[in-house]
């Protein structure tokens, strides 16, 4: 199973709750997770950025596999640089089109929250 993670929330609580549900599927061994992509856009784009609240769980994911990836036009819209984000996250020029084409090659499509 292919699955992507998706929050937009600038939230801690809500990134707090996507993290979890990573954790919660990787663990489950009912399920057979082949890709498993925790995307952020919008407010979420923090999430990403190293010294942010769960950074130190970011990193933890991206040693399980999971991808992390960033929407490269909320990056500008927040005006973060680059180099202050996680070693780990992966850009792309944008979160929803990165969404449709993971959907288009059959992953699951998860909105946290």
């Known amino acids: 199973m292919q699955v992507v993670f998706h929050v937009s929330s600038g939230n801690v609580d809500d990134w707090k709750h996507a993290v979890q549900n990573v954790r919660n599927l990787l663990e489950d061994e009912t399920v057979d997770v082949d890709d498993a992509v925790l995307l952020a856009n919008g407010g979420a784009i923090w999430l990403f950025e190293a010294g942010a609240p769960l950074s130190e769980k970011i990193r933890g994911l991206g040693s399980t596999g999971v991808r992390c990836v960033g929407c490269r036009n909320s990056v500008r819209g927040h005006d973060i640089a680059k180099s202050d984000l996680l070693s ?8 929803v089109g990165e969404l449709t084409r993971l959907q288009s090659d059959g992953y699951a499509y998860l909105k946290v929250p």
């Open 88 to 95: 780990n996250v992966k850009l792309v020029p944008s979160g």
